[in-house]
């Protein structure tokens, strides 16, 4: 060993991000690179011994030996206590999860999901003010298409919605159901702040 991380049967080298020993199993396993890991997956797979040729983790049971980053967990630990004291955010989840009950079940891309995002939106920026209204719901979009796979197009509709939201809080009337955007678009046409 030379002072690198080692991982039973192979040597990773983090400066490089690769393990510098060869695989034992060589080509063997389905990779064509004989450094590689678990078809360069190691996140979703585990093969202790390299000998596998396949992840060790089958039917959803979970390896006692698969490799964390704990500084990773945590930096998300860090940044779910910078976020929970952001002002105001405590509120703007206790009005999500208000409008998520009285328009959340059964509505998915639809005007009911529209007007949960339109009234949200209203109700943050009455009582937060439009700047943590528009940050709030940016952040959760950015939130949905990052960590939860949200479609791009349906992430775009949904900040369309916030802003007629804030628009209606400004203007001191209620949602506009006609401006609202009930469907997602597609391809070049995504635009959130127009209807271009």
């Known amino acids: ?14 400066a490089i991000g690769r393990f510098i020993t060869p695989d034992p199993i060589g080509l063997a396993g389905g990779d064509v690179d004989i450094y590689g890991y678990c078809l ?15 992840s060790e ?14 500084d990773k967990k945590k930096e998300e630990d860090y940044s ?11 509120r703007a989840t206790e009005i999500a999860n208000e409008e998520l ?25 009455d009582e937060l003010g439009s700047a943590r209204a528009w940050a709030f719901g940016v952040a959760h979009e950015i939130e949905g298409v990052l960590k939860k796979g949200q479609p791009w197009g349906e992430a775009m509709m949904d900040l369309k919605n916030n802003s007629e939201g804030r628009a209606a809080s400004t ?6 159901r006609s401006k609202l955007q009930k469907k997602p678009k597609e391809g070049i046409e995504v635009n959130p702040y127009n209807d271009i």
């Open 1 to 14: 060993m030379r002072g690198l991380p080692f991982f039973d049967y192979r040597e990773y080298d983090p």
């Open 171 to 176: 203007e001191k009337r209620p949602v506009d």
């Open 80 to 90: 779910d206590k910078i976020i929970k004291n952001i002002p105001g955010v405590k």
């Open 57 to 70: 983790e089958s039917n959803n049971k979970k390896s006692k030996h698969r490799v964390t980053n704990k």
């Open 40 to 54: 360069d997956a190691p996140i979703n797979f585990v093969d202790r011994t390299g000998l596998a040729g396949k």
């Open 101 to 125: 009950k009285k328009r959340g079940k059964g509505n998915h891309n639809n005007e009911g999901d529209a007007m949960r995002h339109a009234e949200w939106s209203r109700r943050m920026t």
